[in-house]
């Protein structure tokens, strides 16, 4: 009875249509009504913030400053990453390749950018493929391990194959440092020269990310292989992974700062460029500690480091402990070598090599890299590429297409707003109806102002900190609080911003995506007066400082603002729709990674039908498949006869 009364298949498919037209319909009228208010945001403050009318002339004198020649190559980074089950193994795959090219700044016009034509020799990168047994893919990814029980797997995880295979993130860990490894192998390069970096990531928020994935210790003595691996003769031990999760150290940009997390980093760096010892005065002078609750407090973290020992107190006088003043030459080269082994193939590097490239010798016995690991060397690889665009002058770019980022409206405008440094007529609950990611906020915004907003434009450039930031509304406009934990990122190492590069020539208002764009600070050039934003941060019971880089209008001399978007402007190309107002050489960089991708399917596919019809082999297959592959095989089978 309740099956005769049951509406039939095809009103039941009607209905959801309807629902599904309804409810479609209903969201894009919301977001037309959205869109609708942007106007009024850019007459009341978004036209100050909007830079348009780049300078070839600029950016031809800045060239030949920065780079001390208007002719400079560059490389486009991409990666890639596949993981494939076969059999009772698991197949990860990662890699990043690039695209390279010269770019030639002159005066009042584009610049000429020439790219390399043997792009499958010159533009290949380095790639890993990583055969692990099911089983002990747990045991490798952190994604599996159990928290409450370091060493031991989460049963609360699924463990079932498939969703084994569903889950690892091996793969993409991989891919994460193969980018950031190719990255560093091309800044550090003297015969490519290149200097111009960019990567199709969101590097500011990269930096955070990893140091949260690094920072549980707990995991560290139980999961993490490079413990006790010998580097020049000197096993790595838990302090060495400390001392180098912070591990950003330029002094002309006051990093890292003398503030909360950042504190304990900042002692050690400071001892680490000191030759001779230190009375405790001294230190906090030389971290500029003042207040008194500041100095007790750097005291008591003083004390702290002297008994895990890293420091050395000889009768009241501070110093490195010998053990460690060579700690990050050692973590250098600890990811240069397994850097090398993993991603190397037919290289002196890896001659000789037994086993898998996902495996290092400890102890007289091989164990696995754990995602830990890798998460370990991508941190440190970062810094690494940091400290040498910093020395070498490379101009380091990462560009994110369709970012669903909301620090620009949530946390940007609001603090600006409470401090006086925007006047907003629009009411709080007619600023949140606007659209909720900076990306739909701002292309609104371009797209019902087309008439006054010409093509490229950029927002003015912000302190990436400001993502972690938020208005402190229990104390006085100066105050800010961390938005998770009341923790704040490191301040002064990125800016970030919004792009849009390209327009229809038939119809301005069809114009290409806003890009979110992030690009390392450069002290000579952004670390001005006028640019530096002063705020107090109550964290741990004090009173700390907290100064951000800001470019306040858009008429604020920005010149590696006006290099970058005039370089990434010659970068597009209005030739290839797929590319409409992207960057070419990423675009070419995500080809290549495609057509290496397709390959390595194509090899494992192959093995596999190698193995299923390899008489030697045939025997093993059945119980090398699964009851679900044999059925699905079977199946299949049935069908196409």
Avoid at 20 to 46: M, N, P, V
Avoid at 186 to 212: F, M, P
Avoid at 220 to 245: H, K, M, Q
Avoid at 426 to 450: A, C, G, Y
Wanted: proline share 4%.
């Amino acid at each position: 009875m309740l099956f005769m009364e049951a509406s039939s298949f095809s009103s039941r498919v009607r209905r959801m249509g309807a629902i599904l037209r309804e409810g479609a319909a209903g969201q894009i009228s919301d977001y037309r009504r959205k869109f609708s208010s942007t106007k009024r945001l850019f007459e009341d403050f978004l036209q100050k913030l909007i830079v348009q009318g780049f300078s070839h002339d600029q950016a031809y004198e800045t060239a030949r400053k920065f780079f001390g020649s208007p002719v400079v190559k560059f490389a486009a980074v991409d990666g890639t990453e596949y993981t494939k089950r076969l059999f009772d193994l698991v197949i990860f795959f990662g890699g990043a390749y690039t695209a390279k090219g010269e770019i030639e700044f002159k005066k009042g016009v584009k610049p000429s950018v020439t790219y390399s034509n043997e792009l499958l020799e010159e533009g290949c990168g380095i790639s890993s493929c990583v055969p692990v047994y099911i089983n002990v893919v747990p045991e490798i990814d952190q994604t599996f391990f159990r928290e409450e029980e370091p060493g031991e797997l989460s049963l609360s995880r699924p463990l079932a194959d498939q969703e084994i295979v569903d889950n690892s993130k091996i793969a993409n860990w991989i891919m994460t440092f193969s980018e950031y490894f190719l990255a560093y192998k091309l800044a550090t390069d003297s015969e490519e020269n290149i200097k111009i970096l960019l990567l199709d990531r969101a590097i500011s928020g990269e930096v955070s990310s990893i140091v949260y994935d690094t920072a549980k210790r707990s995991y560290w003595s139980t999961n993490c292989a490079i413990l006790g691996y010998e580097v020049d003769g000197t096993p790595i031990d838990e302090n060495d992974l400390f001392f180098g999760r912070h591990r950003v150290l330029n002094s002309e940009l006051g990093l890292p700062p003398a503030r909360g997390d950042y504190l304990r980093h900042s002692i050690l760096f400071s001892l680490e460029q000191e030759e001779n010892p230190l009375a405790l005065s001294e230190i906090l002078d030389r971290l500029g500690l003042e207040d008194e609750k500041r100095r007790e407090r750097a005291e008591r973290y003083l004390k702290g480091l002297v008994k895990e020992g890293l420091i050395s107190d000889m009768s009241g006088r501070y110093s490195l402990a010998p053990r460690y003043r060579d700690t990050w030459r050692r973590l250098r080269t600890l990811v240069e070598t397994l850097g090398d082994q993993l991603f190397l193939e037919d290289d002196e590097a890896t001659e000789g090599f037994v086993g898998s490239k996902m495996t290092i010798e400890k102890g007289g016995k091989q164990h696995y890299l754990t995602t830990l690991d890798i998460a370990f060397l991508t941190l440190f690889c970062l810094y690494m590429l940091l400290e040498e665009c910093w020395k070498r002058r490379v101009l380091l770019v990462g560009l994110t297409k369709d970012t669903s980022a909301r620090d620009f409206k949530r946390h940007v405008v609001p603090i600006f707003q409470r401090k006086g440094l925007l006047n907003i007529s629009l009411i709080p609950e007619e600023f949140d109806k606007v659209p909720n990611t900076d990306r739909m906020l701002l292309q609104s915004v371009s797209l019902f102002n087309h008439e006054e907003i010409s093509l490229p434009w950029s927002l003015v450039e912000y302190d990436s900190a400001f993502v972690t930031m938020v208005p402190d509304h229990e104390r006085d406009p100066d105050h800010v609080r961390g938005a998770r934990r009341n923790r704040i990122r490191l301040e002064r190492l990125f800016l970030k911003s919004y792009i849009q590069l390209s327009q229809a020539n038939y119809d301005p208002k069809l114009r290409s995506n806003v890009l979110l764009m992030d690009r390392l600070v450069y002290p000579e050039y952004d670390l001005k007066e006028e640019n530096r934003l002063r705020f107090v941060h109550h964290y741990a019971g004090v009173e700390e400082p907290l100064e951000v880089i800001f470019y306040k209008n858009k008429d604020m001399v920005n010149e590696v603002q006006n290099l970058v978007m005039v370089t990434l402007e010659a970068m597009t190309s209005p030739s290839i729709p797929e590319a409409f107002g992207h960057n070419k050489p990423l675009f070419v960089a995500d080809k290549v990674a495609k057509w290496n991708n397709r390959m390595i399917r194509g090899v494992i596919d192959a093995t596999r039908h190698w193995i299923m019809t390899n008489r030697d082999l045939r025997d093993f297959v059945f119980y090398m498949t699964t009851f679900r592959e044999r059925r699905a095989r079977l199946e299949r089978l049935r069908r196409e006869t």
